[in-house]
C-alpha cells in the first residue's frame, strides 16, 4: 500500500496538485448549493407573489 502513495520525487507536486483539486471540486459544490437555496427562495417568493395577486 505504501508503494502506491509513493510518488518518488514527484510526489509533492502530485499530491499538492489532488488537494488543489479536491479544494477547487469542493469550493464549487459550495458554490452551487448556496446559488440552488437562492434560486429556491427566490422561486418560492415568485410562486407566493402569483398565488396572492388576484388573476384579472
Known amino acids: 500500500m505504501l508503494e502506491l ?3 518518488g520525487k514527484y510526489g509533492t507536486f502530485i499530491w ?3 488537494g488543489a ?4 471540486i469542493g ?3 459550495i458554490r452551487i448549493l448556496r446559488q440552488r437555496k437562492k434560486a ?3 422561486l418560492r417568493d415568485i ?3 402569483m398565488k396572492s395577486t388576484p388573476s384579472s
Open 47 to 49: 410562486e407566493h407573489q
Open 5 to 7: 502513495l509513493d510518488m
Open 21 to 24: 483539486s479536491v479544494l477547487v
Open 27 to 29: 469550493g464549487l459544490m
Open 16 to 18: 499538492a496538485s489532488y
Open 40 to 42: 429556491k427562495a427566490v
